[in-house]
């Protein structure tokens, strides 16, 4: 028997590995104040049986509508795409049904510097008890078969936040290994984005936005977001809106060295899209295709390496609510 929707309690989902495996501690003051606040709630914690996709997957099955990501934008990730793969495998749901929040435990949490939650614990705890929600864009990532594009997707994935090919997934790559080896900071993605630009692979391919060509050559990243920041502070998809139903698109082609060491730092002002030779685009699909099989480079979704491309990406027809103070 279908169990009970449940909108009067938050599935809390604890992933204990963010922030160094510290996020354990953190959650057990943050428990403490969801209490004080009478939010009423049930926690899971990653690290048995489940991940955070599972943990949120099966709870959506058991009637749960409303949702607190305790991580990072990785632990964001997971939990939208357990509640995305239960809307979207299933009959009669809606992703407007439910609800995300989070409690900042991560590296760089990103996404929340678009949502205006507070990056501390007790200001994210208020925000959740307040209870003011707006509506975010949900972006569903599809790795195509390069050698049958109409065939079902290879993978299937879904954004909250930024994403990439090419040069911002390598990026993500050297990062995520420094996180396994117990690094964090700003200075992690900095120091990755100056090798990866150092060592840069310019490849071609194809950017088609909504059926219309809007780039084809040399290129050396590609960013599309639904959120502004991404890389604990850079924006590449700076004039992007959570929900405006659109799809932010930069391409960044090949460029000298001395033009990219210029504008770097555009990157985290907020002024990256008035660099002359970025192509920019506004929609609701792109299509990354390689022109060849050695242009097939990584792609990375909230920080995650997804798999490479051709890909395609394409704003659901329906929003997420998530968790969304007044920041007058």
Known sequence: MKDQVRNDVWLVVVNVF????????????????????????????????DNAIAISRKACAKGYRKFIAVGGDGTVHDVLNGIADYVYSSDGHDISEFTLGVLPVGSG??????????????????????????????VRVEILDPSSMDSEPL????????????????????????KEQGRRGKKLYVSALLYCIRHRIPVRARIVCDG???????????????????????????????????????????????????EVPKLFTGTFHKVSVLTLAKCREVLILPEGEADAEPVE????????APVRMSVMPRQINVIMPDRR
Do not use: H
Not at 170 to 178: A, L, Q, S, T, W
């Open 212 to 262: 219309n060509e809007v780039f084809s050559g040399k290129y050396l990243s590609l960013a599309f977001g639904v959120g502004k920041y991404s890389g604990g502070g850079m924006r590449q998809t700076p004039l992007a809106e959570l929900g405006d139903g659109l799809l932010d698109v930069t391409v960044i082609p090949d460029i000298p060295m001395w033009v990219i060491a210029k």
């Open 301 to 308: 979704v909230d920080g995650e390496v997804v798999g490479r």
């Open 155 to 178: 993978s299937v994935s879904y954004m909250a936040n930024v994403g990439g090919v090419g040069l911002d997934a390598r990026v993500c790559e050297i990062v995520n290994r420094k």
């Open 109 to 138: 949490n990103d996404w929340v510097k678009s949502t205006g939650v507070p990056r501390d614990i007790q200001g994210a705890v208020n925000a959740i008890a307040e209870g003011r929600t707006g509506l975010q864009d949900v």
């Open 18 to 49: 963010a922030a160094s495996r510290k996020a354990g501690s953190v959650w057990k003051k943050a428990a403490v104040m969801l209490e004080d606040a009478k939010v009423r709630y049930k926690a899971m914690f990653t690290g048995g049986a």
